[in-house]
């Protein structure tokens, strides 16, 4: 039996073009239901194409490229491809289901949960990341800067509280978007870029942490928490993070209980490559 569901991911010229082939052969090889589910490498930025074997590669793994480049204020943004992504993967699929998967993430074993009951009656599925500029609640250096956003989103009571994937401890909803679902067609993808595009120009940053780095991040939290489809939280084994600044709540003895392994970095780090090789084939 095959997912109902459309997996898709961005590509574009350079880092990218390996690491999609890569995360889809996983797909393919150990994704169980899943593996025969129709796959969309999207390219949304304007840019130089991807090469020809790239394409060749592609093909023979059955997955769709679509290059679509479309004018963004935010161009210079990486991470902006990935709201403008889940436009064009809800326009395009024919599933129930449209999964995200970043290309750093290694499928390895079947992530049945996607679209099981009772996670299918929430619309937004995610892990939460309890790592970054994350909130306990009032009285947290990082409560105004949620609150600020929520207030800009119209969530003028703040973000629901969860409990953290590996620690349980409480904080404001803050997902990792390197994994998420949601329903094709409902708007959820819409609302996604609506947000991404009013928030990010209003440039509201922690006061402690002037980064943009994860706001993308953070403005798809801030949409799953408003949207009516309601969301609900995955086991930490469908985004488990594979990557040194992670080992104190994800510990590579554990790499066996992972169904999606989030790398990172990790295949890019000439003094850790070697070890997590050696670790992903203990596991």
Partial sequence: MTSDTTIYTCIE????????????????????RFSQCPVLAIQPRTGPSI???????????????????????FD???????PQAAVIADEGA???????????VLVVAEPHALDAPPNDAHEVLACVEELGPVSSGPGDRFEPFWQALADAAGMHEGMPFV????????????????????????GFAQRYLELFEKLYALRIMPKDDPTMFLHEQIIFSIAAASWRGGFAALDPSYNFHAEPMYEALYP?????????LHW??????????????LRLQAA
């Avoid at 024919?94 to 750093?104: E, N, P, Q, R």
């Avoid at 590579?252 to 999606?260: E, F, S, T």
């Fill in 94 to 104: 024919k599933t129930k289901h449209v999964v995200w998967l970043d290309a750093d």
């Fill in 13 to 32: 010229s350079g880092r990218l073009e390996p690491e999609v082939v890569m995360m889809v052969r996983t797909l393919r090889a150990f994704g169980g």
């Fill in 163 to 186: 409990a953290a994937g590996p620690s349980g401890k409480r904080i404001r909803l803050h997902f990792n978007s390197g994994v998420f679902r949601f329903h094709r067609g409902s």
């Fill in 252 to 260: 590579p003895a554990q790499y066996d209980r992972a169904l999606l």
């Fill in 76 to 82: 210079w943004l990486g991470f902006a491809n990935k």
């Fill in 264 to 277: 990172h970095d990790s295949l890019r780090m000439p003094d850790f490559r070697d070890t997590f090789m």
């Fill in 51 to 73: 090469a020809a074997s790239t394409r060749r590669a592609l093909e023979r793994l059955r997955v769709s490229y679509i290059e679509r480049p479309i004018r963004h204020r």
